[in-house]
């Protein structure tokens, strides 16, 4: 009889075992663009739950993963959505203490993504670690407890891609049989797989050459770090539920309508979808400045959104996401509809909420390009 009981307590504890490698699947979400599908995301975890905050425990092996399904996407497009998240949702205590694993994790994204491309991102709860891998090839590893959590609460925080897709994400399990079949069949070749192992073997050291003696230059002054304290203040949410309706809200004040291309809104950019590999190498300071930036012009931007009244008589909700592009002097350039809700009238406000909010605050030394370009997710939502 006793070694019936100990091999019945091997198999449980070896079932234990499997459950701690292999998380259970929480919930999915499908991500859209310009009314296109781009890829399904997934976050597994030991735990499953409903809440944001059972799956934000950082002693909990989780997983987020990513699988794309539009034929291409540019891998720093999806990198610099994924920070823009990142910005609105963590304090900037946080932002600020993460600024190196961020320059670590986004310096991990190259190329594109083709369809089949798995992405996953792997937090063991014993030691802490997260692991970066691209089809199971491993590309980095980021040993703070902390940091996945940063990378998370861009999913699922107060201010996530869309209500639907944080929701998607917080299903306790219960998620979409049809999503789920597309997802499980969504794999990379084995071409894609031989590809993504070639470009993840580090190249080979050339040994340094010695320097030529160089005359003595002056000191370059020190550049002031951005900072992330009393001037700049968390960011708002983008919930507009205790907004006043329109015949009680305080108009903006008038100014000249600035000259704005106006685009199909269900048409994607060709500059959206272009390689953009032109980009300097990132740098602490250089991540925190765009991350104190995007927060800032967000704020702005929910200073001027109106829940309209028809709206809210009708019960009306939904979530949008414009891309905005304004030039060095914060002037509109470009508003693009990345992800309109089910009602015109939400749309409509949301895109004319940006119109009144320009000119927008003038980008830092930092980022001072011709244009810059970030995108607003805006949500409306009555109170319960």
């Known amino acids: 009889m006793k070694p019936i009981k100990i091999l019945i307590a091997l198999m449980v504890f070896a079932t234990a075992m499997t459950a701690q490698a292999a998380p259970l699947l929480n919930g999915l979400a499908l991500e859209q663009q310009f009314n296109k599908d781009r890829y399904i995301a997934a976050v597994y975890s030991d735990t499953l739950a409903d809440s944001a905050s059972v799956l934000l425990d950082n002693n909990t092996t989780r997983k987020l ?71 199971g090839v491993k590309l980095g590893q980021i040993a703070d407890r902390d940091f996945f959590n940063t990378l998370l609460r861009a999913w699922v925080g107060p201010v996530p891609p869309s209500t639907d897709f944080r929701d ?51 000191a370059t002054p020190a550049v002031e770090k951005p900072r992330l304290a009393a001037d700049i203040p968390p960011p708002s949410l983008a919930s507009v539920s205790n907004a006043a309706p329109e015949s009680t809200a305080k108009p903006a004040p008038s100014k000249p309508a600035p000259a704005q291309k106006r685009p199909q809104p269900k048409a994607a950019p060709a500059e959206l979808e272009a390689d953009e590999e032109d980009e300097a190498p990132l740098t602490a300071d250089m991540i925190l400045a765009r991350q104190i930036y995007h927060s800032m012009l967000l704020r702005h931007t929910y200073k001027f959104i109106r829940y309209p009244k028809r709206a809210q008589e009708r019960g009306q909700e939904g979530s949008v996401r414009l891309n905005v592009s304004i030039g060095a002097n914060g002037e509109i350039r470009d508003i693009q509809s990345v992800q309109e809700s089910r009602f015109a009238t939400l749309n409509r406000e949301a895109r004319e909420a940006v119109e009144r909010a320009g000119p927008y605050p003038a980008a830092p030394p930092q980022l001072v390009k011709d244009t810059y370009q970030f995108t607003v997710p805006i949500t409306f939502r009555l109170p319960d």
């Open 65 to 135: 993963e990513v699988r794309i399904i539009a034929d291409g996407l540019s891998a720093r497009r999806f990198r610099n959505q994924w920070m823009e998240g990142i910005a609105i949702n963590n304090s900037g205590d946080i932002l600020s203490g993460q600024a190196e694993n961020m320059v670590t994790f986004a310096n991990l994204f190259k190329g594109r993504f083709y369809k089949g491309d798995q992405l996953s991102v792997a937090f063991d709860g014993n030691s802490g670690k997260t692991t970066v891998s691209l089809n």
């Open 168 to 218: 998607h994400l917080l299903a306790n399990g219960n998620v979409d049989s049809g999503l789920l079949g597309t997802y499980e069949l969504l794999e990379p070749s084995a071409d894609r797989v031989a590809q993504v192992t070639a470009s993840a073997q580090p190249e080979p050291e050339t040994p340094a050459q010695p320097e030529p003696s160089k005359p003595a230059v002056a």
